[in-house]
């Protein structure tokens, strides 16, 4: 009996094939990683019935196990990732530890439920648009959205290629971090992070401005991004707010910044976020969908009939604001900087919402997600105690590459703000 409504398979269970950091610890995994000998449904039976059982593990399963983890369960998502609300009209809303009146956030909802509830030590997740990001937030665990590419998708039902990330939630910093040290480990990663430390390093035996020891953390200023924080509504602001004299103690220097200085500003970023991601995910799905004719949710089926009208040159406009995007967050970020603003404008909304209140928030919450998004960014979150008790994320933002930094950071913020 599954009294969360979590799972998509409470019964698949995979013990561990080796021993690491993880041993003794459990996760439970989003329905849209490879599990040899099982067929991921990607939180639609149209998809469940039309694709066959993995011949292999995902590489992140595999990668997990090897290192002590053991696997129980696959979790509920949205329909093919592509909703933040964690409502499936197929499978049910699993139901948020939090506020259980409330929607628990997508589409890794039963990921982040089942951290949440206890009923894994930790949870894997997808976050394309959010969706790590905003059911940490909204059901008060940590989580974490990897700089893009960063750990493999090798497995992964994809939504958007390009934006596609692996995250993962916990109830405490250190799992989270601990996590990120097996999930990490790639190659590719160590060899970017290798360079960005040997860059480092030189800089400071120079004439670095940080040439006093850093914390453990690495990071030695903050950014306060103020248009970010507008986007919260006032119980939000001052409750995060309320963390940062804390915060800034951690740091040498602080700093008040806009993120996207241009007229139309985060809601330009959104949109264009909006539309590369709507191109991708019809280039990955479209040709299924026409074929197959799946029955979605409504607001899931309007979601991808409208990505199938995205047109060439409103593309090329999105992707020249999305290079805008990447060149001011790079402006903004180095390895020593890390930036702070709200996860989400609100704690969770009630289920069942409708109406132009709801709307404003999808879209609010879209702005906040969008600058880790359009630039490939690390982002981490952790639970603060909002109105009425219910939780509300505190975001980090990091340079590319700096994720074990930025986990290293997340332990000692929570550890700070106890």
């Not at 990607?42 to 983890?69: I, Q, Y």
């Not at 090329?316 to 702070?340: C, K, P, S």
């Amino acid at each position: 009996m599954d009294p969360w409504n979590v799972y998509a398979n409470e019964n698949i269970s995979e013990e561990a094939t080796g021993t690491g950091p993880l041993d003794g610890l459990t996760f439970a995994i989003k329905d849209v990683f490879a599990i040899k000998g099982h067929t991921s449904g990607a939180g639609n039976p149209s998809w469940l019935r039309t694709h066959g059982p993995a011949e292999r593990h995902s590489a992140v399963v595999e990668l997990l196990l090897k290192n002590g983890a053991r696997l129980r369960g696959t979790t509920i998502t949205d329909e093919l990732m592509f909703s933040i609300n964690g409502e499936n009209v197929h499978y049910g809303t699993p139901v948020n530890p939090a506020a259980p009146d409330r929607i628990p956030g997508g589409s890794s909802s039963g990921s982040a439920v089942a951290a949440a509830a206890g009923l894994a030590d930790f949870a894997v997740g997808t976050d394309t648009g959010g969706s790590v990001r905003v059911p940490s937030s909204y059901c008060g665990v940590y989580g974490i959205r990897p700089t893009h590419g960063a750990v493999s998708a090798e497995g992964l039902i994809p939504l958007a290629p390009g934006f596609d990330t692996v995250g993962w939630m916990a109830r405490d910093a250190r799992t989270l971090l601990n996590v990120g040290k097996v999930l990490l480990e790639t190659e590719a990663f160590n060899d970017e992070q290798a360079s960005s430390e040997q860059e480092r390093n030189s800089d400071d035996s120079l004439s670095s401005p940080f040439a006093e020891p850093a914390p453990t953390h690495g990071f030695t200023r903050l950014l306060i991004a103020e248009d970010m924080w507008n986007l919260a509504d006032e119980s939000t602001r001052a409750a995060l707010a309320a963390c940062l004299p804390s915060l800034s103690e951690m740091v040498a220097e602080g700093e008040s910044i806009t993120t996207a200085p241009e007229e139309r500003g985060l809601n330009d970023w959104k949109n264009a976020f909006r539309i590369i991601q709507g191109h991708e995910i019809w280039g990955m799905h479209g040709e299924w969908i026409t074929q197959t004719q799946p029955v979605f949710g409504a607001d899931i089926g309007e979601r991808f009939k409208w990505a199938s009208t995205i047109g060439e040159c409103e593309l090329q406009q999105a992707l020249v604001v999305q290079q805008t995007a990447i060149r001011r967050m790079g402006e903004l970020l180095d390895e020593h900087t890390i930036l702070v603003a709200p996860t989400v404008p609100s704690v969770t909304p009630l289920k069942n919402g409708t109406g132009e209140e709801v709307e404003q928030r999808r879209q609010q919450t879209f702005q906040l997600c969008c600058v880790a998004g359009l630039a490939g960014l690390p982002q981490a979150t952790m639970p603060i105690a909002g109105e009425g008790g219910l939780p509300v994320g505190l975001s980090f933002i990091a340079a590319r590459g700096q994720d074990l930094r930025l986990l290293q950071w997340l332990v000692s913020a929570s550890d700070i703000l106890k």
